[in-house]
């Protein structure tokens, strides 16, 4: 016999669930389907749709190159601070995206910390496409770091250890033993960053700007529809609607 769900259970379980998929259910209902390969096709959506894409996978690399190092770090080395290191790293979570984009124009602007030796170098960041890969990564990074240290930290050391007593280098252990382990975790983390990175907003528009064919990825292009082709925009976020659900359904089965 199969147990009976709590009514006050069953009822906010509801409640949640409509207030989650009715938007989504909204958003699909007034999609004018029928104008959406003429939208496709239309050379700024083709520049938006390009430089998302461009910009989330090298915004997903970087977050992969530099975020796995750091997990480890946090999850195996007895770091001084490492807790204040680990609460500083989930800040990007839960800090306003524009907050972000204001942090990251301090830092990395022409007038920011690092200004004077990126004019000397040629390369600020800001209000350039290298700017909409920064702003991408510092929100998705934390997704990523967080994912795999959870799973470092939740494994066992036999393994390494093992290894280690054999004559393996410690390089050599964490890329043999430890990084296969885990490897379901990282390509979990790294779903999330990617889905992160694609749907960046706020840190992007802050600090790179919405420049048409330079700065401009789809949340930003669907913004500016949102003023002068409202239909154009409900087309475009459907878009990402599908794109965000196939990422989630990939992360699932890979998890599974």
Not at 38 to 54: C, I
Not at 66 to 88: D, M, S
């Amino acid at each position: 016999m199969r147990p009976r769900t709590p009514l006050l259970l069953a009822v906010p379980a509801g409640v949640s669930a409509v207030l989650l998929l009715l938007p989504l259910l909204a958003l699909l209902d007034r999609t004018p389907w029928g104008r959406l390969p003429g939208l496709l096709g239309r050379p700024d959506v083709q520049q938006a749709l390009w430089l998302s894409l461009r910009c989330a996978l090298a915004a997903t690399a970087l977050s992969l190159l530099l975020g796995v190092p750091l997990a480890w770090v946090l999850a195996r080395t007895p770091l001084p601070g490492r807790r204040v290191l680990r609460g500083l790293v989930t800040v990007p979570l839960v800090l306003p995206p524009v907050v972000g984009g204001v942090a990251l124009l301090l830092a990395f602007g022409r007038r920011g910390v690092l200004g004077d030796l990126l004019v000397e170098a040629g390369a600020v960041p800001a209000f350039t496409t290298w700017g909409v890969i920064l702003a991408e990564a510092f929100v998705a990074l934390p997704f990523l770091v967080l994912t795999v240290e959870g799973a470092l930290t939740a494994l066992p050391r036999d393994a390494e250890e093992v290894a280690g007593t054999l004559g393996s280098a410690p390089l050599r252990v964490f890329l043999t033993v430890t990084l296969p382990a885990v490897g379901p975790s990282v390509a979990a983390g790294t779903v999330l960053a990617g889905a992160r990175a694609l749907g960046e907003f706020g840190a992007t528009t802050t600090f790179a700007g919405s420049l048409p064919g330079r700065t401009q990825t789809v949340p930003l292009a669907v913004y500016a529809l949102l003023q002068d082709d409202p239909a154009a925009a409900y087309a475009l976020s459907a878009v990402l609607l599908a794109v965000s659900v196939l990422l989630v359904l990939g992360l699932r089965t890979r998890v599974r």
